[in-house]
């Protein structure tokens, strides 16, 4: 998740993040239901964060195992916390679109990660290129319409001071794509079908204040100096109506390649 030329340039606190992310594996575990498991195969956790998604996942395959991938050493180290020494998973800090693996993958599984990376074609054919035929692409990230409302509440403090000067050369590291963009992408990269749509997911974190600037407004927040960042943070809690509620819209993939 930590950026190279093609992705988005943040840093992660995977601590901060496991502690708090229980939204996300709310919305993963969902995703993972869709992923219909024998228990033998080899799955890739593309993103796998801290690890709770993968815990499950793991569960889920008794006879198999998991490949753990993540560009950020921190959220390596807190699954690798989680998680323990299991003989069923590989932990690799990866970035996906240097993806090369040594055996082809039964499937790949995906929540939250996809987003922050720019270039969906060239990840998607990296994807396409792990999987055998007939493996399956199961995925969800942020999509069209994503936070939207709250990241307009937000937008008016980068342009007042004492924020604007060190917002004036921000760039968005979201990649928040449609649906039909997304099969005709995958269907370019060699996927067989693909089927892809949009659903509205509203969370309310039980630690908001942590959730908005470790995840949703975490650019925004690396983007200034350490000394305005907590205040910035009181400006954004000021404005947003409570409970906080993060407005998640979800681009939800299901790909046979």
């Known amino acids: 998740m930590i950026a190279y030329s093609r992705m988005a340039t943040r840093q992660w606190d995977g601590a901060s993040y496991d502690r708090i992310s229980a939204p996300m594996e709310r919305m993963g575990l969902a995703v993972l239901d869709r992923l219909q498991l024998s228990g033998a195969e080899t799955v890739l956790d593309a993103g796998c964060g801290s690890g709770r998604i993968t815990e499950a996942l793991l569960e ?30 590989q932990l690799r800090t990866l970035d996906l679109l240097e993806l090369e693996l040594e055996q082809p993958l039964d499937a790949i599984l995906s929540t939250a990660t996809f987003h922050w990376i720019a270039d969906h074609e060239a990840l998607f054919r990296r994807l396409r290129a792990a999987l055998r035929a007939g493996g399956r692409l199961v995925a969800q990230c942020g999509g069209k319409g994503n ?7 937000a937008a008016p403090l980068t342009e007042r001071a004492p924020y ?16 039909e963009i997304t099969e005709q992408r995958l269907l370019a990269a060699g996927f067989s079908s693909a089927h892809c749509w949009l659903a509205e997911a509203p969370q309310q974190p039980e630690q908001p204040r942590e959730f908005l600037s470790t995840i949703v407004l975490g650019p925004h927040v690396q983007q200034l100096p350490e000394d305005l960042r907590e205040r910035f ?3 954004v809690l000021e404005l947003l109506p409570k409970p906080v509620t993060v407005d ?3 681009l939800n993939i299901d790909a046979t390649a």
């Open 164 to 179: 604007a000067s060190h917002f004036e050369h921000f760039q968005a590291p979201w990649n928040y794509a449609a649906a």
């Open 233 to 235: 943070m009181d400006d």
């Open 60 to 89: 889920r395959l008794p006879h198999g195992r998991v490949i753990a991938v993540d560009q950020s050493q921190s959220m390596i180290d807190a699954a690798r916390g989680r998680l323990g020494a299991e003989p069923r998973l």
């Open 248 to 250: 998640y819209v979800r």
């Open 147 to 153: 936070i939207a409302r709250l990241r307009g509440a």
